[in-house]
């Protein structure tokens, strides 16, 4: 429900009604049926999501490797035959259940995620989200595992299988990543996890764009974002993006004038491949060159991008999978995209 906070005209405003009452009546019945029927669409849609029906298994390979003896390794390389490749002997597993590093993973694992149950919860409310936008979809088989802090892979997902490296997730300032770039850690937190997963099922209905500007890779990047705005509406922007809340009100607060920089350098058409290095690719902070970088979040191009799709779909009636295909300057004109 969206509840609407209607206050009483208070008495000393009513002579303004004398002049104002028909156009300011007329403007407050189309705001009300606008925001009504958007509630409606959006509470309707909710409705049928809800009743979705999935099928999702989740298996906790890491738990279950965590408590496996040496006789145990038979079942469970039949049981998960793709995490055992076929050319290491079963002794180098033998060896693994007892290795230090391995044991300590396992442990810190168990810690940070116990019983899986609000990430299940997370997982079933992502797919069933996915089933409902794009039907054709299989809901994959879930398996957590420890990756030995693999982060460039911490989410694989093929067409039946989506393997969770969940060792991946442990929080910024967990001592196994102190070796790694702060920007990199700031990534590896467990509410970061479920955005994870739509990115990388995003790569499954969004294809890169062949078209070399900056926009297209930009539009590209906001088609994802968008997409979570769809898959996890209660995340929060934050958590779509990979940003702290700080940096997300960064963004927010600098948006015209970034919009501003990226017009009046004429960035939006430019097919510099070292403009990605600049706004888009993972970096410690976002590179305009000026004073204020040192304080602004990375990837902004991305988060432009992001708004251009948001006001692009606010302003036409195009479905999901139809703005997935349409190309980065169809959506820009249209968007008539203004940061306030």
């Known amino acids: 429900m969206c509840p609407v906070?209607?206050?009483?005209?208070?008495?000393?405003?009513?002579?303004?009604?004398?002049?104002?009452?028909?156009?300011?009546?007329?403007s407050f019945v189309l705001v009300m049926i606008l925001l009504f029927s958007s509630c409606g669409e959006t509470d309707k849609t909710k409705e049928e999501i809800d009743k979705v029906a999935i099928d999702l298994q989740i298996s906790r390979f890491d738990q279950e490797f965590?408590?496996?003896?040496?006789?145990?390794?038979?079942?469970?390389?039949?049981?998960?035959?793709?995490?055992?490749?076929?050319?290491?002997?079963?002794?180098?597993?033998?060896?693994?259940?007892?290795?230090?590093?391995?044991?300590?993973?396992?442990?810190?694992?168990?810690?940070?995620?116990?019983?899986?149950?609000q990430e299940s919860k997370d997982l079933e409310s992502l797919f069933k989200h996915i089933e409902y936008y794009f039907?054709?979809?299989?809901?994959?088989?879930?398996?957590?595992?420890?990756?030995?802090v693999r982060y460039d892979s911490r989410v694989i997902l093929a067409d039946s299988l989506l393997l969770i490296g969940l060792d991946n997730y442990l929080g910024e300032d967990h001592h196994f990543y102190e070796g790694i770039q702060r920007y990199i850690a700031a990534s590896l937190d467990k509410k970061f996890l479920t955005s994870d997963v739509v990115s990388a099922f995003s790569k499954k209905v969004l294809a890169y764009p062949r078209n070399r500007t900056?926009?297209?890779?930009?539009?590209?990047?906001?088609?994802?974002?968008?997409?979570?705005?769809?898959?996890?509406p209660l995340a929060t922007d934050a958590q779509k993006i990979g940003y702290s809340e700080e940096e997300m009100e960064w963004a927010k607060a600098n948006e015209e004038q970034m919009w501003k920089y990226f017009v009046e350098r004429?960035?939006?058409?430019?097919?510099?491949?070292?403009?990605?290095?600049?706004?888009?690719?993972?970096?410690?902070?976002?590179?305009?060159?000026l004073e204020l970088d040192n304080e602004s979040p990375p990837r902004l191009g991305r988060y432009m991008g992001w708004q251009i799709v948001r006001a692009f779909m606010e302003k036409t009636d195009t479905d999901l999978k139809q703005m997935l295909n349409l190309p980065a300057d169809e959506i820009l004109k249209k968007s008539n995209y203004k940061p306030k």
């Open 66 to 117: 965590a408590k496996a003896t040496a006789n145990d390794i038979p079942k469970l390389k039949a049981k998960y035959p793709y995490l055992f490749p076929e050319q290491f002997p079963d002794s180098v597993w033998v060896a693994k259940l007892t290795d230090t590093l391995q044991v300590e993973l396992s442990n810190e694992v168990a810690k940070a995620f116990g019983n899986f149950e």
């Open 5 to 26: 906070n209607l206050n009483p005209v208070p008495l000393k405003m009513k002579w303004l009604l004398k002049y104002f009452a028909i156009p300011v009546f007329r």
């Open 266 to 289: 004429e960035l939006m058409y430019s097919t510099d491949t070292g403009l990605d290095r600049k706004f888009l690719d993972p970096a410690p902070f976002t590179k305009f060159g």
């Open 214 to 232: 900056l926009l297209s890779r930009m539009v590209y990047y906001g088609k994802e974002l968008y997409l979570k705005d769809k898959l996890i």
């Open 135 to 148: 039907p054709e979809t299989e809901t994959p088989h879930v398996v957590t595992l420890t990756s030995d």
